[in-house]
T-cell receptor
Framework: AQSVAQPEDQVNVAEGNPLTVKCTYS??????LFWYVQYPNRGLQFLLK??????LVKGSYGFEAEFNKSQTSFHLKKPSALVSDSALYFC???????????FGTGTRLTVIP | KAGVTQTPRYLIKTRGQQVTLSCSPI?????VSWYQQTPGQGLQFLFE???????NKGNFPGRFSGRQFSNSRSEMNVSTLELGDSALYLC??????????????FGDGTRLSIL
């Protein structure tokens, strides 16, 4: 079985400050990990993925994520937050790369001007 | 390149009715997955179709069904609607049935409201 936890429902950060959105996972095998972002009344937009290889993954819009196998975490980071980054962020995991993603509950990011 | 298109965007039905939602994937994409998004349960996987065959299925009752056509367009059907079926239904497409190197691209969803 696989599961994803996003421990923070809400994250507030000042514009220009670094941001981190946390995600931990549980899978019985090698995880395929993803981050998606959702803006109001829209679908999900793909940000980045970890399949294998370097633990630091770079994605769209300046986002990156660090895969930590020992802590079973895949936190999303950005060095300098923009007001336009305010949205709902979802971490997801799949087993063996299948298309049935298991999503976390989402973290609402608010960047304060 | 056009994105994933879902129709209609909004739908209002009453309990006991049935509904069909449509999804046109990105051109060339052969895998279509469906998800249900609700405030209480979050995002849940419904099923995936690839080359007109259901490849994976989530934990939903048989009232939820789907199909895929030869042009990769997909429909999902919900029969005997219940109040709890009110949700945003999202469709996602990808090039292959194995998503490891091909991320899923999502449509903007169909918001279904049950009265």
């Amino acid at each position: 079985a696989q599961s994803v936890a996003q421990p923070e429902d809400q994250v507030n950060v000042a514009e220009g400050n670094p941001l981190t959105v946390k995600c931990t996972y549980s899978v019985s095998g090698n995880p395929y990990l993803f981050w998606y972002v959702q803006y109001p009344n829209r679908g999900l937009q793909f940000l980045l993925k970890y399949i294998t290889g370097d633990n630091l993954v770079k994605g769209s819009y300046g986002f990156e994520a660090e895969f930590n196998k020992s802590q079973t975490s895949f936190h999303l980071k950005k060095p300098s937050a923009l007001v336009s980054d305010s949205a709902l962020y979802f971490c997801a995991v799949s087993l063996t790369g299948a298309n049935n993603l298991f999503f976390g509950t989402g973290t609402r990011l608010t960047v304060i001007p | 390149k056009a994105g994933v298109t879902q129709t209609p965007r909004y739908l209002i039905k009453t309990r006991g009715q049935q509904v069909t939602l449509s999804c046109s994937p990105i051109s060339g994409h052969r895998s279509v997955s469906w998800y249900q998004q609700t405030p209480g349960q979050g995002l849940q996987f419904l099923f995936e179709y690839f080359s007109e065959t259901q490849r994976n299925k989530g934990n939903f009752p048989g009232r939820f069904s789907g199909r895929q056509f030869s042009n990769s367009r997909s429909e999902m059907n919900v029969s005997t609607l219940e109040l709890g079926d009110s949700a945003l239904y999202l469709c996602a497409s990808s090039l292959s049935a194995l998503g490891n190197n091909q991320p899923q691209h999502f449509g903007d969803g169909t918001r279904l409201s049950i009265l």
